[in-house]
DNA sequence: CTGTTAGCGCCTTCAG
DNA sequence: CTGAAGGCGCTAACAG
């Protein structure tokens, strides 16, 4: 078996009562008796045992984290700026991810009871089919970009401003038929975006929306994309809910020889790396998605330190990156 | 407090010792019992707590993950094929990045003590800077692409047979003049791919090798490429050790209006998602990286199963992916 | 089949 | 400042 505190505790002559507050760095030590079971406790290689630890202080030193899924882009900025700051605090991090499976959420959450101190939680479902209505998570928790819920913190994308911001954007620069490529139906930043793209419609009078059905994948942009060019009337802007979508619809254009910005201007949301790569370069906004993680898990960390703190709402703003798929501004 | 095993023991007029049969699924228990026991635990929520069970049971149910990086595609796929087969053998997942620094690489392995029943290590520096020389894992381990060390069971992408297949293949479409962007120094996968390079000219009797430093990053790559076209004689092939070196390669080539493949030929390592976005489509080997994670952790799982069972090491093949940036062959 | 009883390794009062 | 002792919640013999 591995190494133990009494081991320390022998070694050093005291008793694993001193062993552990030398080593936790409590002050009520003599410093030559600190000195030596350091020593001791180098030279033996010990490593306190973590269930241990937690099982008689009550805290794990670990975060746990409940993701939709860890595939992809998005997720990997995430869990980076969720990394870093974890790294920083001296954190463990615990990743589970329930594949969009509400049942499955529900047995990550379970699965976390002690042997975690606190919650990063992303459910981007939208209330009606939300697995954690009346869910008690028994611990401080920070919901990612899934809404606002009462009683639980959450930090989210500001897609709504966002979304407003883009259809700004394309209303100055002289577009006036903008049709809309939505997505998911029971996403949360779907609505969001949506939601923007008819408001700001309506402050500006620009006309009846112009929904076409997508679900942020590139499949379905690239459907939307024919089905768009087969209206009698088409439109001279498409805004994309997500880049996926739009580069999913970028690429029916070119298979019909329709030229954007040329004969349709073309934007999209999230800002992906490909954005820069295709040709045309994407109009898009930008989404810090690791400031995401990062700032969820700083806010959880604040609330773990002070249980008092209140419980906040924040958005991350987002950025409107100009590139070529839109032209240039006519008129402000 | 949380509601604990004692609680449902008293709930159910049995005790302890039998809920926790009952609830671990153990046979000798009475199935009316087990039943009652079921439902009074499942009435209170009872979830049993982690650091208690795995402190009396010495197992943890969790695998510990240590990479250099959390960052990017890579690592991305990588966890997707490890977390499948986790949630399919109802592991959890103990996540650490130790950001290229040995150091905190020695603290991250420290910290899994206690926590982890095994371990997936990603230590891919060379021999000489080996950070886990002579370290005592102190249990079961499978090292992930970080070439073989005595004693632990390893996975690797077969990165010389592939470097040697790529070199294979561009002398087979008639190309004599073959340069080479190395990775990092002390790198192991660009070892192997450099290695694989070199042994199949020479193999083949086909020149002098043509080397250009590179440390992987886009960047990296792009500086190499305008070195490579400052050439007295420029070269008619460029075989870059991974694609993102390649793409920057690809964007100094198309600044100096130098076409691919029609002028020069350009190949690539790993099949990146963008390589079959580029224009032209990158000519690549294929890594399957998701399938690289899955199997080194049912490596381990099996060797957390079966002690006994024989430490070994493997290589996954990598495959081929012929796109326009080499031309056809032209003889063979 | 079921209850009793030791620990697992560590932290934390409570006395010296 | 230090040691002894009692849990933390659960599992695993060992008796019935």
């Known amino acids: 078996m591995s190494i133990t505190i009494k081991d320390v505790a022998r070694e050093a002559n005291v008793s694993v009562a001193t062993v552990s507050r030398a080593l936790n760095g409590h002050e009520n030590v003599a410093p030559d008796v600190r000195q030596r079971v350091l020593e001791v406790a180098d030279?033996?290689?010990?490593?306190?045992?973590?269930?241990?630890?937690?099982?008689?202080?009550?805290?794990?030193?670990?975060?746990?984290?409940?993701?939709?899924?860890?595939?992809?882009?998005?997720?990997?900025?995430?869990m980076r700026g969720i990394d870093a700051v974890a790294r920083e605090a001296g954190r463990h991090l615990l990743v589970s991810s329930y594949h969009g499976n509400p049942d499955e959420q529900g047995a990550a959450l379970r699965a976390m009871r002690?042997?975690?101190?606190?919650?990063?939680?992303?459910?981007?479902?939208?209330?009606?089919?939300?697995?954690?209505?009346?869910?008690?998570?028994?611990?401080?928790?920070?919901?990612?970009?899934?809404?606002?819920?009462a009683g639980i913190a959450a930090l989210d994308i500001d897609s709504y401003q966002g979304a407003r911001a883009m259809t700004r954007h394309l209303l100055a620069t002289g577009h006036r038929r903008i049709a809309f490529i939505a997505g998911p139906d029971d996403n949360f930043d779907a609505h969001e975006r949506l939601r923007g793209y008819r408001d700001e419609l309506a402050t500006?009078?620009?006309?009846?929306?112009?929904?076409?059905?997508?679900?942020?994948?590139e499949a379905s942009g690239h459907a939307a994309g024919r089905l768009l060019l087969e209206a009698r009337e088409r439109p001279d802007?498409?805004?994309?809910?997500?880049?996926?979508?739009?580069?999913?619809?970028?690429?029916?254009?070119?298979?019909?020889?329709?030229?954007?910005?040329a004969h349709i201007a073309l934007a999209g949301f999230d800002d992906i790396p490909l954005a820069r790569y295709v040709h045309p370069g994407l109009t898009t906004m930008r989404v810090d998605i690791a400031a995401l993680g990062g700032r969820a898990l700083r806010a959880l960390l604040a609330r773990l330190a002070d249980p008092e703190s209140p419980i906040t709402t924040e958005r991350l703003a987002v950025e409107l990156v100009v590139r070529e798929s839109c032209g240039t501004p006519r008129a402000v």
């Open 204 to 217: 500006a009078g620009a006309g009846m929306p112009w929904i076409v059905e997508g679900d942020f994948d």
């Open 114 to 149: 002690g042997r975690v101190d606190g919650l990063l939680l992303m459910s981007p479902f939208v209330a009606d089919a939300d697995p954690l209505a009346g869910q008690a998570l028994g611990m401080p928790a920070v919901l990612l970009n899934s809404g606002a819920r």
């Open 237 to 261: 802007a498409v805004f994309a809910a997500n880049d996926m979508m739009a580069l999913g619809c970028l690429f029916a254009f070119n298979q019909a020889d329709v030229r954007v910005p």
């Open 43 to 78: 030279r033996l290689q010990y490593s306190p045992h973590h269930a241990a630890r937690s099982l008689s202080s009550r805290r794990t030193q670990t975060i746990g984290v409940v993701l939709p899924d860890l595939h992809g882009e998005f997720f990997s900025e995430l």
